[in-house]
């Protein structure tokens, strides 16, 4: 079984700075996909940056970019140039084909303060 | 632009009571999921349904839950007799098989309130 740990509940930064969002996951499986997803208090679920295990350059999409580290299991995520509008709960999250279904982190609370 | 729809978007109800909760996929997905999320915690899968069948359950989907697929367009779960701890947001998801990195998306929730 797949797990996924955010070792940070809550973080906080200052808007226009840089802010990094931590993730480590267990898993025996060789190819698998992460994702960051973004849940602002409307609670809907948004797609904000994805990643396939085998792919070794690092996904950036605009003001967000992961640091994949494969053998070390981690999988970061940082927002450059935070914005009031970042202020949400992040999830880190797991997929493998072969479970079919996306394995959640506990989520990390950003406040980006003005 | 493409997008999974969920109704209601809010749904109160007394312990004991069933309830459906509907979910409309995109159109051309396959893969069809159902996540739940107790507030203040994290989002937890429940079941995903492909080619007409259940493909993955967790502990939580037990025997008051179900899923179905009741025409070419909605994707409903039921929970027979309901709860206090089945107070959660339900997420539906769907994805088409070879999509981009496997991406799931996801509708806006059915908030469940059992009183």
């Known amino acids: 079984a797949q797990t996924v740990t955010q070792s940070q509940p809550e973080m906080s930064v200052q808007e226009a700075e840089t802010v990094t969002l931590s993730c480590t996951y267990d898993?025996?499986?060789?190819?698998?996909?992460l994702f960051w997803y973004k849940q602002p208090p409307s609670r809907q679920m948004i797609l904000v940056i994805r990643?396939?295990?085998?792919?070794?350059q690092n996904a950036t999409e605009n003001r967000f970019s992961v640091n994949f580290q494969k053998a070390a299991k981690s999988f970061s995520l940082k927002i450059s140039d935070s914005q009031l509008g970042d202020t949400a709960m992040y999830f880190c999250?797991?997929?493998?084909?072969?479970?079919?279904?996306?394995?959640f982190g506990g989520g990390t609370r950003l406040m980006v303060k003005p | 632009e493409p997008e999974v729809t969920q109704t209601p978007s809010h749904q109160v109800t007394q312990m004991g009571q069933e309830v459906i909760l509907r979910c409309v996929p995109i159109?051309?997905?396959?893969?069809f999921y159902w996540y739940r999320q107790i507030l203040g915690q994290k989002v937890e899968f429940l079941v995903s349904?492909?080619?007409?069948?259940?493909?993955?359950k967790s502990e939580i989907f037990d025997d008051q839950f179900s899923v179905e697929r009741p025409d070419g367009s909605n994707f409903t779960l039921k929970i027979r007799s309901t709860k206090l701890e089945d107070s959660a947001m339900y997420f539906c998801?769907?994805?088409?098989?070879?999509?981009?990195?496997?991406?799931?998306?996801f509708g806006p929730g059915t908030r469940l309130t059992v009183l």
């Open positions: 349904f492909y080619n007409n069948e259940i493909s993955e």
């Open positions: 898993t025996s499986e060789n190819n698998y996909y």
């Open positions: 998801a769907s994805r088409t098989p070879g999509g981009p990195d496997n991406e799931q998306f």
């Open positions: 159109s051309n997905h396959l893969y």
């Open positions: 999250a797991f997929f493998v084909n072969a479970g079919n279904m996306l394995t």
């Open positions: 990643q396939e295990a085998y792919k070794q």
